[in-house]
């Protein structure tokens, strides 16, 4: 095949639909408007440390990008478990956690959920009856997106304890809002395909690696490899269909295409693509955003044995070990994790400091008696879309109305939550879409 491919967005999405089509013979131009690729997933060096932009984390069911990982020889990047724990810090210090066993799911869950120390034996029962009823909704049930997980929950006998000690406790980290302001539908898949439908679902994957050697260097260097051009800063101000193919517009250059996906964020495909393509502005506008902001300390000495942590009855939600993914050699650094952040996205750096140390020093003791040599504070503000009920609806497809022009990117309808597994099938979707048309004489071939 010799069909000129552009894609437009260095992303997950981006980055995995062009590797698709280098593989496939296409030759590939990625167009990325920032000076780097990696869009909502990179690293930065600050005071002799790789940080990584926000806490990414996978688990075992994420098998696309897993898939990603293993083809571009970074798998040992991650920690993956062999088995599902996550250990619980209570505000009181006290370490419970929740955990599965051997047996097949559900019932793999039930003794960690019989000694979870977060909750009172009667809620733990209130959990199981729930979880019963969850198995049995199907996230593809369209009338699932028009209802929010919190009122759903409400009605099947859950209270404040249940909330926020187990429902909150992974929603709010897999969909970036609070149970009652998430769709039910994707709450719904991401129970079902973690926790509840296989046993190994929910397995945690940490990254040993920051996210520019995990993904993003190897994905470019797969790219070049294969001869695929990468362009950095180089904004895509709008795509136009000419009598055969198409023409990319950049501030300076056009470039004519067989076959476009646009990889960008929901926003910026609207105003790129003609209206002919049927990509309604108004509509995605419908997907907002919701913000992660990550907390950084660095303390003296170690403060904690773990790993990571959720935590219940703090705002910290969750902390990670960063120390040696960020090859820190002495002392420990710690990343404070906070998804749905509306609260803390505008607060000032030394409010976050006294906030977040105390609740450091409060769940783990170690911290309140070790000085804190660094401490910064990253902010996404659009980390991804507020997942909201009635959003599935407004997830376009990856086809527009224009043969050719197509596509990707985590917000699209991939029946998952916007999170990096999404964007990666989301990007085997749209090149999918390409190869086809250019096999059935359609372009690009
Ligand atoms: C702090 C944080 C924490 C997260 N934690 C997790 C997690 O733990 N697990 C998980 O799975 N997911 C997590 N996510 C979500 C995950 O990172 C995203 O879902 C995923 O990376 C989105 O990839 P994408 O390619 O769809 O979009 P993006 O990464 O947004 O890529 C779009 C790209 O398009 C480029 N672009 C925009 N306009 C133009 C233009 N006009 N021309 C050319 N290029 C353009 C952008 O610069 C960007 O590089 C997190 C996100 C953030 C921000």
Redesign the pocket.
Known sequence: MTGRVVV????????TAACDLADAGFRVTL????SR?????FSFRRDGLVVD??????LRC?TE?RALLERLGTTEGIDLQDRFRMPVLLADGRLTGLGRTSAPAPLHLVPGLARYGALSPADRMRVVRAAAALRLLDPDDPALDEQSFGDWLTRHGQNSATLSALWNLISV?ALNCDAHEASLALAVTVFRTALLDRADGADIGVPRWPLEDLHVRPAEKYLIARGAEIRLR????AVERGRSGFTVRLDDENLPADAVVV???PD?AAR?CPDAAGVSAARLSGLGAAP?V?VHAVFERPVTDLPFAATVGSPAQWIFDRTEVAGLTEGQYLAV?LSAARTWLDAPAPVLREVFLAELGRLLPAAAATPCTQFFV?R?RR??FRQAPGTGRLRPRPETRLPGLVL????TATGWP??????VR??HRAADLVRDRARAGGGAG
């Open positions: 437009v967005g260095g992303g997950l999405a981006g980055l167009l990325e408007s920032r690729l990696g869009g909502a997933t932009n926000g806490q990414h984390v996978l994420c990008y980290a180089s904004a895509v101000r990889a960008a964020p910026a790129m992660i990550n994790s990253t996404e980390a991804t990707a990117g985590s917000w916007d999170t990096m597994e999404g964007a989301s990007g």
